[in-house]
C-alpha cells in the first residue's frame, strides 16, 4: 500500500521547510531511511529520509517550493500502483527582482561565472555552498546559481573550483601587495540576518520576555576528572579521544534522572517531566547556534556519547543535520569552555526548563586544608524557568552535578 511522506516539523517552532532538490526522483527504487529529498529550514539544509520501501511514485510538490510542516511532499509505493494522494497549496519561492529591497538575496549575475560582477549584497546560496565556498576562496557573487530561483548550491561551487574559479573572495584582493595604506575611515556596512540569525532572534525574545529566569553559579573541583580523561585517553586513538564536555553531558543526564522537574516543560498548569534523558549540545554553525541531541543520554557510555557528538557536530557545520540530531532534546547544555571563558549564563532553550552553561576548566591557586595549592577548577550556571522550580533544587542540583564531575569513577560503573 502507497505511503505518504510528509514535511517533517524539525523543532516546536518550524512552520515550512523550503524543499531544496529531490533526492530520488519518480520511478527509482528508494528503502526505508534511504534520503528522499533535501530541505531547507530557518536552522540548516536537512536530509529527509523515506519513512518506507518501495518506489517513488509521485513528487507531490516542485524542488523549490516552500511547504507547511506536515503536509504531504512525495509518495512511495509498489512499482505500477496507482495512487490518489492529495494535492498541496505550498508557494513557489520566487526569483529576486533585479530591485528588490535590501533585505531581499540578489541572484548571481546570469553571465558566466568567469566573468560575473561581484553583487554588493549577500548571495542567495544554501548553507552547504556557503561553507564550501568559504573554505575554498571562492567568491559566492561570481558563481553562477543553478538551483530554485537563481540560487547557488553545492555543484555550482564544485564546478566553480573545478574550472579553476577562486577570484577576489569577499572584498579581498586575490595578491596582497607588499605594503599596505594605513587605514582613516570606515563605511557603514548593511549586513541582513540570516534565516538562522532571525529564527534565534525570536525564539530567544519568547525566551527572555515569557520565561521567568533565574540562575545559580557552583564551582567545581575538576581534578580527579582531569586526571581520569588523560588515563582513558592514552588508550583511545586520536579521533575518539573524549572530552571535558563528554563526561559534563554524563553527569548533567544522571543527574537529571534524580532531579526530573529540571528534565521537563510547562503546558498550561500541568508540568510534563519527560520520561526520556535527551541532552541537547549547543554547536557553533556559520551564522549562529545550533543545538545537537544525545538521546537516552543518561544510558550511554561517555564514548558512545562523544562519538555521537563529535558526528552530529560536523554535519551541523556542514549544513547536512538530520532531523533526528536536532529533535527531542529535554535540557540543553551551551559550552564556552574552550574560549577562556570562566563563566556566563545562557537563555532557557523553549519549551525546556533548564540550560547549564559551562565555563573553562583553569588551573588556579586553591586553599586546601589551610595551604594554598594549585588545583583544577571549574564554574557552571544553571538557567531555570521558575514556573516550573526554585532555588533550592536547582542549587541541590548542582551539588548533585558535583558528586559525579568530582567522583567521575561514578560515571564508570
Same mark, same amino acid.
Given at each position: 500500500m502507497a505511503e505518504?511522506?510528509?514535511?517533517?516539523?524539525?523543532?516546536?517552532?518550524?512552520a515550512e521547510?523550503?524543499?531544496?532538490?529531490?533526492?530520488?526522483?519518480?520511478g527509482?527504487?528508494?528503502?526505508k531511511?534511504?534520503?528522499?529529498?533535501?530541505?531547507?529550514?530557518?536552522?540548516?539544509t536537512?536530509?529527509?529520509e523515506?519513512?518506507?520501501?518501495?518506489?517513488?511514485?509521485?513528487?507531490i510538490?516542485?524542488?523549490?517550493?516552500?511547504?507547511?510542516?506536515?503536509?504531504p511532499?512525495?509518495?512511495v509505493?509498489?512499482?505500477?500502483?496507482?495512487?490518489?494522494?492529495?494535492?498541496?497549496?505550498?508557494?513557489?519561492?520566487?526569483?529576486?527582482?533585479?530591485d528588490?529591497?535590501?533585505q531581499?538575496?540578489? *541572484?548571481? %549575475?546570469?553571465v558566466?561565472p @568567469? &566573468?560575473?560582477s561581484?553583487?554588493?549584497?549577500p548571495?542567495k546560496a544554501?548553507?552547504?555552498a !556557503?561553507?564550501?565556498?568559504?573554505?575554498?576562496n571562492?567568491n559566492?557573487?561570481?558563481?553562477?546559481?543553478t538551483?530554485?530561483?537563481?540560487r547557488?548550491?553545492?555543484?555550482?561551487?564544485?564546478?566553480?573550483l573545478?574550472?579553476?574559479?577562486?577570484?577576489?573572495?569577499?572584498?579581498?584582493?586575490?595578491?596582497?601587495?607588499?605594503?599596505?595604506?594605513?587605514?582613516?575611515?570606515?563605511?557603514?556596512?548593511?549586513?541582513p540576518?540570516?534565516k538562522l540569525?532571525q529564527?534565534?532572534?525570536r525564539?530567544l525574545?519568547?525566551?527572555?520576555?515569557?520565561?521567568?529566569?533565574?540562575?545559580?553559579?557552583?564551582?567545581?573541583?575538576?581534578?580527579?576528572?582531569?586526571?581520569i580523561?588523560?588515563?582513558?585517553?592514552?588508550?583511545?586513538?586520536?579521533?575518539?579521544?573524549?572530552? *571535558?564536555? %563528554?563526561?559534563i553531558?554524563? @553527569? &548533567?543526564?544522571?543527574?537529571?534522572?534524580?532531579?526530573?522537574n529540571?528534565?521537563?516543560?510547562i !503546558?498550561?498548569?500541568?508540568?510534563?517531566?519527560f520520561?526520556?534523558?535527551?541532552?541537547?549540545?549547543?554547536?557553533?554553525?556559520?551564522?549562529?547556534?545550533?543545538?545537537?541531541?544525545?538521546?537516552?543520554?543518561d544510558?550511554?557510555?561517555?564514548r558512545?556519547?562523544?562519538?555521537?557528538?563529535k558526528?552530529?557536530?560536523?554535519?551541523?557545520?556542514?549544513?547536512?543535520?538530520k532531523?533526528?540530531?536536532?529533535?527531542g532534546s529535554?535540557?540543553s547544555t551551551?559550552?564556552?569552555?574552550?574560549?577562556?571563558?570562566?563563566?556566563?549564563?545562557?537563555?532557557?532553550?523553549?519549551?525546556?526548563?533548564?540550560?547549564?552553561?559551562i565555563g573553562?576548566a583553569?588551573?588556579?591557586p586553591?586553599?586546601?586544608?589551610g595551604?594554598?595549592?594549585?588545583g583544577?577548577?571549574?564554574k557552571a550556571?544553571?538557567?531555570v524557568d521558575?514556573?516550573?522550580?526554585?532555588?533550592?533544587?536547582?542549587?541541590?542540583?548542582?551539588?548533585?552535578?558535583a558528586?559525579?564531575l568530582?567522583n567521575p569513577?561514578r560515571?564508570?560503573?
Amino acid at each position: 500500500m502507497a505511503e505518504t511522506i510528509n514535511m517533517p516539523k524539525l523543532g516546536f517552532d518550524m512552520a515550512e521547510g523550503l524543499l531544496v532538490r529531490w533526492v530520488k526522483q519518480v520511478g527509482e527504487n528508494i528503502n526505508k531511511g534511504d534520503v528522499l529529498a533535501e530541505i531547507e529550514t530557518d536552522k540548516a539544509t536537512v536530509e529527509v529520509e523515506s519513512s518506507a520501501s518501495g518506489v517513488v511514485l509521485q513528487h507531490i510538490v516542485d524542488a523549490g517550493t516552500s511547504v507547511p510542516v506536515n503536509a504531504p511532499i512525495a509518495v512511495v509505493g509498489q512499482a505500477g500502483e496507482k495512487v490518489d494522494a492529495p494535492k498541496a497549496a505550498p508557494s513557489k519561492v520566487e526569483s529576486p527582482k533585479a530591485d528588490t529591497a535590501p533585505q531581499t538575496q540578489p *541572484v548571481a %549575475d546570469s553571465v558566466s561565472p @568567469a &566573468v560575473s560582477s561581484p553583487s554588493t549584497g549577500p548571495v542567495k546560496a544554501s548553507p552547504l555552498a !556557503k561553507k564550501i565556498a568559504k573554505d575554498n576562496n571562492v567568491n559566492l557573487a561570481a558563481v553562477q546559481g543553478t538551483g530554485p530561483g537563481g540560487r547557488v548550491v553545492r555543484k555550482d561551487v564544485e564546478s566553480a573550483l573545478a574550472s579553476g574559479q577562486k577570484s577576489q573572495v569577499e572584498g579581498r584582493p586575490s595578491a596582497q601587495p607588499n605594503y599596505q595604506l594605513p587605514i582613516t575611515n570606515y563605511e557603514d556596512k548593511v549586513v541582513p540576518t540570516t534565516k538562522l540569525r532571525q529564527a534565534i532572534g525570536r525564539r530567544l525574545v519568547e525566551s527572555k520576555t515569557t520565561i521567568p529566569h533565574f540562575y545559580v553559579t557552583h564551582e567545581y573541583k575538576m581534578d580527579a576528572l582531569m586526571d581520569i580523561r588523560k588515563q582513558a585517553n592514552a588508550f583511545m586513538p586520536d579521533t575518539e579521544k573524549l572530552s *571535558v564536555n %563528554d563526561f559534563i553531558l554524563k @553527569a &548533567v543526564a544522571l543527574s537529571l534522572r534524580q532531579f526530573p522537574n529540571l528534565n521537563a516543560t510547562i !503546558k498550561g498548569n500541568e508540568v510534563i517531566q519527560f520520561g526520556h534523558v535527551n541532552v541537547g549540545v549547543a554547536v557553533t554553525v556559520p551564522g549562529g547556534l545550533m543545538t545537537v541531541v544525545v538521546k537516552d543520554t543518561d544510558q550511554k557510555t561517555l564514548r558512545q556519547i562523544s562519538g555521537e557528538v563529535k558526528a552530529m557536530a560536523g554535519r551541523a557545520r556542514e549544513g547536512k543535520v538530520k532531523p533526528n540530531d536536532i529533535e527531542g532534546s529535554t535540557f540543553s547544555t551551551s559550552n564556552l569552555g574552550m574560549y577562556d571563558v570562566e563563566e556566563f549564563i545562557a537563555i532557557v532553550n523553549p519549551p525546556e526548563a533548564a540550560i547549564l552553561a559551562i565555563g573553562s576548566a583553569k588551573e588556579t591557586p586553591v586553599v586546601e586544608n589551610g595551604q594554598i595549592e594549585v588545583g583544577s577548577r571549574m564554574k557552571a550556571t544553571i538557567s531555570v524557568d521558575h514556573r516550573i522550580s526554585d532555588g533550592a533544587e536547582a542549587a541541590q542540583f548542582m551539588q548533585q552535578l558535583a558528586e559525579f564531575l568530582e567522583n567521575p569513577v561514578r560515571m564508570l560503573v
